[in-house]
């Protein structure tokens, strides 16, 4: 699989995608009207939230993506493979905290955690 994520001329080529997190919030409004009967507001969910871990070989490439996307940037995440596990997007990164570690299994990779937030066109 090939991940990339790109801003203007910014581009992060992680070597792959380990953990992806998605979260939608319901936007539908329920009311209970004073007869006891239920009013339905229907809306669409809430776009995408949540979590991307971004897999590096070396410690300076995962704060080297970590220095890109702590710049407020839309990014465009693309993946390509015969079935692509995370869909491609257009995301800001949300939230306050990103984190990056050591891969405790390996002790070898380094893991960037990303929140982020779909942006829809």
């Known amino acids: 699989m090939s991940v990339s994520i790109t801003s203007g001329a910014s581009t992060i080529t992680p070597l792959d995608i380990i953990g992806y997190r998605a979260r939608t919030e319901a936007n539908s409004v329920v009311k209970t009207l004073l ?68 891969d405790p299994e390996t002790r070898v990779v380094w893991l960037l955690t990303v929140p982020y937030q779909e942006v829809l066109p």
Not at 57 to 82: D, M, R
Not at 85 to 98: D, G, H, L, Y
């Open 35 to 102: 007869s006891g009967a239920v009013a339905v507001t229907a809306r669409p969910d809430s776009p995408r939230s949540g979590d991307l871990v971004l897999l590096f070989a070396t410690a300076a490439t995962a704060w080297a993506a970590h220095a890109l996307l702590t710049t407020v940037k839309v990014w465009t995440l693309t993946t390509t493979a015969p079935e692509p596990t995370q869909p491609s997007m257009k995301f800001v990164r949300a939230r306050s905290e990103m984190t990056i570690e050591l």
